[in-house]
């Protein structure tokens, strides 16, 4: 026997080692297996998360927000505007524009944590920041059933328990957004709580009122014309 064959017969006697190698072969494999996968769906993940935004956007200040046309629809209405922020952060502001080339009204993004994952939703403005003019939901991490119901919307016979409807209908945004728990709201910056889901209600409210604060600066310094 060959002093190679020797090698190699040593190397197959010796059981950790062995699977030491087959098991460092099944992770090159697969890690690059993974990759491929990631690298063929990220542009498809990229589209569909901007085609989600877009169309929250335009919803929110009551534009149409159907699938045909979309990229064209919101390049020709919505200028978007990105201002840097101390935390490293920017600031997104979406301004839309009316027929005769005025402004229609804005849209600000919020999001950050929940109670078990991501919170992110648009809200519309009017010109003037002082009501609501909708609420979409772009990503949501929160509790199916509980947190994930800011997303849904019953029968017309449970209009009132529709979470979006209330900044469709307007929220009066000052002095500041607050909300109300199990029953209908009395005042007219208030909005109805997610029954069970106090936790993403207050982030909501939170991200919001922080939010004012912010665009309010911008407005105030003449930096949210078109």
């Known amino acids: ?3 190679n ?5 040593a190397f197959w006697k010796n059981k950790p080692l062995r699977s030491a190698v087959v098991l460092l072969v099944i992770i090159v494999v697969s890690t690059a297996a993974l990759e491929a996968a990631y690298m063929a769906t990220k542009e498809i993940i990229a589209r569909n998360q901007r085609t989600k935004l877009y169309q929250g956007i335009l919803s929110v200040m009551g534009f149409e927000s159907g699938l045909d046309g979309l990229d ?37 993004r919020l999001r950050g944590g929940g109670f078990q994952g991501i919170v ?21 991490g929160e509790t ?26 307007g929220i009066e945004t000052e002095p500041m957004v607050d909300f109300v728990k ?26 919001l009122n922080k939010a004012l604060g912010i665009v309010r600066g911008l407005y105030a310094e003449g930096k949210l014309g078109l």
Not at 5 to 9: A, F, N
Not at 72 to 78: G, I, L, M, P, W
Not at 121 to 130: A, E, I, M, S, Y
Not at 183 to 206: F, Q, W
Request: net charge negative; charged share 30%; hydrophobic share 30%.
């Open 5 to 9: 064959s020797e090698k190699q017969s």
């Open 1 to 3: 026997m060959s002093q």
């Open 182 to 207: 199990y029953k209908d709201p009395e005042h007219p910056n208030e909005y109805r709580a997610i029954t069970g889901a106090t936790y993403t209600t207050t982030t909501i409210r939170d991200f």
């Open 144 to 169: 199916p059933g509980l947190g994930d119901e800011m997303r849904m919307c019953y029968d017309p016979e449970d209009a009132h328990l529709c979470f979006k409807k209330w900044f469709y209908d």
């Open 120 to 140: 992110d939703v648009v809200v519309g403005l009017t010109p003037d920041l002082k009501k609501t003019t909708g609420m979409e939901v772009i990503d949501s």
């Open 72 to 108: 064209e629809r919101f390049e020709t209405r919505v200028v978007t505007r990105v201002f840097p922020q101390r935390d490293g952060k920017d600031f997104n502001v979406w301004i839309g524009k009316d027929d005769a080339g005025g402004i229609k009204g804005y849209a600000i």
